[in-house]
């Protein structure tokens, strides 16, 4: 049975789909841009993006009652590949400060237009 996740502590969908699905032993997000959820606000660094769109991820992760340490594939969409190294710093750390026992596989694409005109935008799987 498919349970919906939703939470505040991640911005609202913008559109026709749900923050995630819980499958049972899977938890999958929609992608999520950053986009503060106290705010609406949008940084304009790229470092700034990826790490609230990690946070976002994290938050509705937790809703599901998971822990980032149970992410196990992410995809990366970026509007510039050359942003590339600054989002993989941004990344690495992010899980090293999330006690991730190791980290999750991953595709990072270049996407011509994100919603909002951001500069990334990350999806993440998780397991039970």
Request: aromatic share 6%.
């Given at each position: 049975?498919?349970?919906?996740?939703?939470?505040?502590?991640?911005?609202?969908?913008?559109?026709?789909?749900?923050?995630?699905?819980?499958l049972g032993n899977l938890v999958l997000t929609s992608g999520q841009i950053?986009?503060?959820?106290?705010?609406?606000?949008?940084?304009?660094?790229?470092?700034?993006?990826?790490?609230?769109?990690?946070?976002?991820?994290?938050?509705?992760?937790?809703?599901?009652?998971?822990?980032?340490?149970?992410?196990v594939k992410t995809t990366v969409f970026v509007k510039d590949l050359n942003?590339?190294?600054?989002?993989?710093?941004?990344?690495?750390?992010?899980?090293?400060?999330?006690?991730?026992?190791?980290?999750?596989?991953?595709?990072?694409?270049?996407?011509?237009?994100?919603?909002?005109?951001?500069?990334?935008?990350?999806e993440a799987i998780a397991v039970k």
């Amino acid at each position: 049975m498919t349970k919906i996740i939703n939470t505040e502590k991640a911005p609202a969908a913008i559109g026709p789909y749900v923050q995630a699905v819980d499958l049972g032993n899977l938890v999958l997000t929609s992608g999520q841009i950053p986009v503060n959820p106290a705010t609406g606000e949008i940084p304009q660094d790229i470092t700034a993006q990826a790490r609230q769109s990690l946070e976002n991820v994290k938050a509705i992760i937790e809703q599901a009652g998971l822990s980032v340490a149970n992410i196990v594939k992410t995809t990366v969409f970026v509007k510039d590949l050359n942003d590339f190294a600054t989002v993989n710093a941004e990344y690495e750390r992010f899980f090293q400060e999330n006690n991730h026992p190791h980290f999750p596989a991953r595709s990072c694409v270049e996407v011509a237009r994100l919603p909002k005109d951001v500069g990334i935008e990350i999806e993440a799987i998780a397991v039970k």
